[in-house]
């Protein structure tokens, strides 16, 4: 594989989003700013068709055919070269299982990106188990991991079915509650000194001010997912993919919805967890750093990062599965009412201006506020194929910054759901046994879930 796409002359170049920015800069050697991606498929992978479509869809943008830079403007993307033989590696074992995956791939994640080159990288893994896999890695700084989705999404033959349904979707959303993160840009616009609306300004300054000391004066974490000094060692590990009408029965009778389930299932993996190593106590929480989608409240770009954070406290310590999804509700929805994610997304934005040394004090206090990254990315719901290859599964994680070392992602595709597991390993050694309590967990709250049901006599 020797082919290069971008021509000497293409040189050009143009500046970095202080998001963007940001994100690269997070960059460090034990927690490297990442999103990560594996793809299984039910037949074997022909290589050299999947890097054709690849690459046709993938440098059709521009930024994928750039390296990070700077100059006297500041940071910028530059364009370059793009060399095959370095971007797309072929994994030439035939791999029997979900966990010789798992090995290989955690093996790729492993390895640093070369930013004297565009930031991403595939391994194609043209026999594994039944069919073949798709390893892929692609840089923060270009966009978050929604865009990043859709991205990957459109790589697929079915990308105009994609993008017809993504405007379907988009014409079908509700108009936001007004006192949503939303109602706050609207705010901010009509309220700014200058348009004769000085109190009402005050007032969202007020809450700002609050929520940004309930952050900064927040203690850390201190729990036995919280230990000092991260190896930079990270392992990959999935479950096999639960059937998403049994997440949507158990919702139903719980009188929940879908995502209370879902973060039900992950608290009560950790729960078993901490009670396997005899760290469990009636008052056990932990912080899951949650990213929120502004991309529809601002005006976005395609690609770049626009979202914000909040952080929501998992009540480990809850043993009733109820009470504890009843619980999460609750803190989720205080989360939504709240201005974290917006707080969040500004300030990502001003830490792209502020020198590297005070961006990273600043990563640093907010990461310690947390014990892991979580993420839910729904998918599209129906079959999708690469080079006329029907995808079977997708998994997806995010990077962990600062001092978290934990990276849950839960993914729907197809009718099923999946739970992924990104861990360094001085904080989970093991990751197997978290991930299968993820399975026990699920399977549990289903059969609580039909045993209370109240069926109707013969």
């Not at 992602?409 to 009718?415: G, R």
């Amino acid at each position: 594989m020797d082919s290069v796409f971008t021509s000497d002359t293409e040189q050009a170049a143009c500046p970095m989003a202080s998001v963007d920015h940001a994100w690269l800069r997070m960059d460090t050697p034990v927690n490297p700013m990442v999103i990560n991606a594996v793809i299984s498929f039910k037949q074997p992978l022909n290589t050299e068709d999947c890097i054709q479509q690849i690459t046709s869809q993938l440098l059709s943008n521009k930024i994928f055919r750039s390296k990070p830079g700077s100059s006297i403007y500041g940071a910028q993307w530059q364009q370059t070269k793009v060399d095959e033989s370095y971007h797309f590696s072929i994994c030439h074992q035939r791999l029997k299982d979900d966990q010789a995956l798992q090995a290989q791939a955690t093996d790729f994640i492993n390895q640093p990106l070369d930013h004297n080159r565009p930031l991403w990288r595939v391994l194609l893994v043209p026999h594994c188990k039944s069919g073949g896999a798709l390893v892929v890695r692609i840089h923060h700084a270009y966009a978050d991991g929604m865009a990043l989705m859709k991205v990957l999404l459109k790589l697929m033959d079915e990308r105009e079915l994609i993008e017809y349904y993504e405007k379907q979707q988009t014409s079908k959303q509700k108009k936001p509650r007004k006192n949503r993160t939303v109602a706050l840009f609207s705010k901010l616009q009509n309220y700014m000194p200058g348009n004769g609306k000085w109190l009402e300004a005050l007032g969202l300054v007020d809450e700002l001010t609050t929520e940004l000391l309930k952050l900064g004066l927040s203690p850390g974490e201190e729990n036995a997912f919280k230990k000092p000094g991260l190896c930079g060692k990270k392992q990959l590990v999935w479950t096999k993919p639960l059937n998403l009408d049994e997440v949507k029965t158990i919702a139903k009778f719980q009188h929940a919805k879908v995502n209370d389930v879902l973060l039900n299932s992950v608290s009560g993996a950790f729960r078993r967890y901490l009670k396997s190593i005899d760290q469990l106590s009636a008052w056990s929480e932990m912080k899951a750093v949650i990213p929120v989608d502004l991309r529809q409240h601002v005006n976005a770009r395609e690609l770049g990062n626009y979202f914000g954070l909040v952080f929501l406290s998992l009540p480990l310590g809850t043993e009733d599965p109820i009470e504890r999804s009843r619980l999460l509700h609750k803190r989720m929805n205080a989360l939504k009412d709240s201005k974290q994610a917006w707080l969040t997304f500004q300030l990502l934005q001003l830490a792209g201006y502020l020198p590297e040394i005070i961006e990273k004090e600043l990563i640093q206090l907010f990461s310690s506020k947390g014990s892991m990254v979580m993420t839910n990315v729904p998918g599209p719901q129906f079959p999708l194929h690469l080079s006329g290859n029907e995808i079977d599964q997708i998994m997806f994680w995010v990077p962990q910054s600062g001092s978290i070392g934990i990276g849950v992602s839960i993914l729907t595709y197809n009718n099923h759901v999946q739970f992924g597991l990104m861990t360094d390993k001085q904080i989970i050694p093991n990751p197997e046994k978290l991930i299968d309590f993820f399975t026990e967990e699920f399977e549990s709250l289903l059969l609580e879930t039909l045993m209370t049901v109240q069926w109707p006599s013969a």
